[in-house]
């Protein structure tokens, strides 16, 4: 199981987001493992600690792997979720109101930006997890 946070826009223009998985089939060698997803590009950034970043938009629909830091995302309504290394962001929220985040321990943060094809299915699963804040 892996660590996920949807982050979307709702028909109020405002970002929501819930917690769940990315769901795992069992594989060879007693692997769990995805399908391939339709991905367009993959980079790579970082963040020296401390960092943060006033309210914005995803710049696209994307999968966002946390490397290293561990951050605290927040909505204009109020809400937080933190990140931590190994979770993954499925940011969706490229209209609207946005986000901020800012990090919340000594580490950079390093992260993946996978950007996704249009339409492409990500193995998302909501369900109530630990690790937010409220």
């Known amino acids: 199981m892996i660590r996920c946070v949807h ?6 223009q405002e ?3 819930e917690e ?7 594989g060879q060698r007693g692997d769990f493992l995805t399908d391939k997803l ?4 993959i980079s790579f950034q970082e963040t020296a600690s401390g960092g943060s970043f006033a309210w914005h938009t995803a710049p696209a629909r994307q999968l966002v792997i946390t490397l290293s ?5 927040q909505t ?16 969706e929220d490229t209209v609207g109101s946005g986000h901020s ?13 996978v950007i996704l094809q249009p339409g492409a299915a990500v193995p998302f ?3 109530k997890l630990q690790h937010v804040m409220a």
């Open 20 to 26: 769940g998985i990315i769901e795992l089939d069992p």
């Open 7 to 12: 982050l979307w826009t709702g028909d109020d």
């Open 76 to 91: 204009r309504g109020g809400q937080h979720f933190l990140l931590r290394p190994g979770d993954i962001l499925f940011a």
């Open 38 to 41: 339709d991905v367009s590009t």
């Open 125 to 127: 699963r909501a369900c």
């Open 101 to 113: 985040w800012k990090l919340i321990d000594d580490a950079s943060w390093r992260r993946a930006y």
């Open 15 to 17: 970002s929501h987001f």
């Open 69 to 73: 830091g561990t951050l605290d995302f």
